[in-house]
C-alpha cells in the first residue's frame, strides 16, 4: 500500500473506476500518511472534516454506475490563498485567522464537479504568523521557498496526489523547484482567479495565476483542463481551446536555453542540470540554441515597480491595501517600461517555440539561510506565458533541482509535452528521505 502515496493522480483515477481501490481506501491511506509525515512538515494547515464521507458518496456513485469525472475518488489539496467553502483561508495573515469563506474558489469548485476529493489546506509561504513554517521533505533543516510552501511539501512527500497553487513571480514554480515535483503555470487568462485570497484584479496584476502542482507532469495534464475556461466572474479569461499535449510533435521544435544572464549568478549545479536538459532535447528537437531574450535583466526592476502599486483589498469597492508611493507619471513610465519588456519578449518568440532555463539560482537552502534569486521566472510572469518546472537533478546534499519549460503564449501544451520528455529522459520526482 505505500507504493500507493508516490502513485500518479492519473493511475490512481484509473485504479478507482476499474474498483482496484475505492475512495475511501485511497482518502483513509491519504489520511495516515499525513497523520506521519506532517509533524515533521507541518505543510497541511486544515483538514476537510467532510472528506471521508465524500469520498464514501463517490464510492455510491460509481456503484450506481453514475457518470463520473476525470479525477473520480482521488484526494487533492488547496493552498491557503484559495478558498474552499467552510474551511479557513487566512493567507497566513492573523488578521484573517477567523476568515471562513462560504463559497468555494472556481478552480475548487471544478476539481469537486470532476469527481476529486478535497483532503484539506496547506501551508503559505516559507513561514507565517498563523501557523509557522513548512520544512523541506528532502531535508528537514532546508527551505521550500515560495507561497505555495506547504502544497509542494506535502505532494512530494506523498501526503496529495496533486494540488493547487496560485502564481505571481514564481510561487508554483519555486517549490516545485525545491521540492523536487512538477509545477505548471498556465497562460494567464485561461484559468480563473475568482476566489484567490487575497482578492486579484486580473487588469491590475495581470502576473497572478492559478495552477496545478503534482509529483508527475502527466497530473498537472489532467489537471488543466478541468480548472480552465471561462467561469463569467473573472473578466480576464478567454474560451481558448486547449490542445493535447500527447499530439505535440517534438521534433519541430525550436528551443532557446539560457543560464547565464546580468541578472542571475546560478550554482554549477543549476548550471550543470539545465546543460544536461539541454543535451536530451538536443536528441529530438530541430534546433536548440544558446540565446537570451532581450531586457530580461530588467524583469526585477519591473516587478519592484509594481510592487510599489497598491491593489484593492476588494472587489467592489476602491480599498488600496497599502500606500502610494508611485507618482501619476512613475505609474505610466512603469506600464510603459512593462509593455515594451512584452513586446520585446514577443519579438523573441516569434524564432522559438520553447525557452528553457534553471527554475532559480540555487537548489532549496537551509531556513534562514539566502535563498537565492528568482531572475528566470519573473520574465514570464511579466508576459503571461505558460510554465512548466520539473525536477531534472540534485545537488551535492541531494537537494532537487529544477528546469523551467517556457512556451509561447496559449501552447501550455507545448510546455507539458516538452516537461514530460525531461522527466522521462531525467528522473522527474525522487523520493525524499525526509530526513
Not at 507532469?217 to 483542463?225: G, N
Amino acid at each position: 500500500m505505500e507504493t500507493l502515496f508516490y502513485t500518479s493522480a492519473s493511475t490512481l483515477a484509473s485504479m478507482i473506476r476499474k474498483r482496484d481501490i475505492s475512495a475511501q481506501e485511497l482518502l483513509q491511506l491519504h489520511l495516515q500518511r499525513i497523520e506521519s509525515i506532517n509533524p515533521r512538515l507541518n505543510a497541511l494547515v486544515t483538514i476537510n472534516p467532510q472528506a471521508l464521507e465524500q469520498a464514501h458518496h463517490a464510492d455510491e456513485a460509481l456503484q450506481r454506475g453514475e457518470n463520473i469525472g476525470p479525477l473520480h475518488g482521488v484526494p487533492f489539496t488547496v493552498k491557503d490563498w484559495i478558498d474552499a467553502a467552510g474551511l479557513p483561508c487566512t493567507g497566513g495573515d492573523p488578521a484573517f485567522r477567523e476568515r471562513i469563506p462560504s463559497e468555494d474558489a472556481t478552480v475548487v469548485a471544478r476539481m469537486r464537479q470532476a469527481g476529486a476529493i478535497l483532503l484539506g489546506k496547506t501551508n503559505v509561504m516559507e513561514d507565517n504568523p498563523v501557523y509557522g513554517r513548512t520544512n523541506n521533505p528532502y531535508n528537514l533543516a532546508f527551505s521550500t521557498t515560495g507561497s505555495s510552501s506547504g502544497e509542494a511539501a506535502l505532494i512530494a512527500a506523498g501526503g496529495s496526489p496533486v494540488g493547487l497553487g496560485s502564481d505571481s513571480g514564481g510561487s508554483i514554480r519555486q517549490p516545485a523547484h525545491a521540492c523536487g515535483i512538477a509545477g505548471l503555470k498556465p497562460t494567464n487568462g485561461r484559468v480563473p482567479l475568482t476566489g484567490h485570497f487575497p482578492f486579484i484584479s486580473a487588469m491590475n496584476d495581470p502576473r497572478t495565476v492559478i495552477g496545478p502542482l503534482a509529483r508527475f507532469v502527466e497530473d498537472l495534464a489532467l489537471v488543466l483542463p478541468v480548472i480552465s475556461g471561462v467561469d463569467w466572474k473573472d473578466a480576464s479569461v478567454i474560451p481558448m481551446p486547449l490542445s493535447d499535449w500527447q499530439a505535440v510533435d517534438l521534433r519541430s521544435l525550436r528551443v532557446a536555453h539560457y543560464t547565464q544572464h546580468a541578472e542571475a549568478e546560478p550554482s554549477i549545479e543549476t548550471v550543470k542540470t539545465c546543460l544536461e536538459a539541454v543535451s536530451v532535447l538536443q536528441e529530438i528537437c530541430t534546433r536548440v540554441v544558446e540565446a537570451v531574450p532581450p531586457r530580461v535583466e530588467e524583469a526585477y526592476t519591473i516587478t519592484r515597480q509594481y510592487w510599489q502599486r497598491p491593489e484593492s483589498a476588494s472587489a467592489q469597492e476602491w480599498m488600496p491595501d497599502g500606500e502610494f508611493k508611485l507618482s501619476s507619471e512613475e505609474v505610466e513610465k512603469h506600464l510603459f517600461t512593462w509593455d515594451r519588456f512584452r513586446r520585446a519578449l514577443t519579438s523573441f518568440m516569434a524564432d522559438y517555440d520553447v525557452i528553457l532555463t534553471p527554475a532559480a539560482e540555487l537548489p532549496a537552502t537551509p531556513h534562514g539561510a539566502y535563498p537565492g534569486r528568482i531572475p528566470y521566472t519573473l520574465p514570464y510572469s511579466l508576459v503571461g506565458w505558460p510554465c512548466v518546472v520539473v525536477r531534472c537533478g540534485a545537488s551535492p546534499e541531494g537537494m532537487p533541482i529544477g528546469v523551467q519549460v517556457v512556451a509561447r503564449p496559449w501552447r501550455d501544451d507545448v510546455a507539458l509535452a516538452v516537461a514530460h520528455h525531461l522527466q522521462d529522459a531525467l528522473g522527474g520526482w525522487q523520493p525524499p528521505s525526509l530526513n
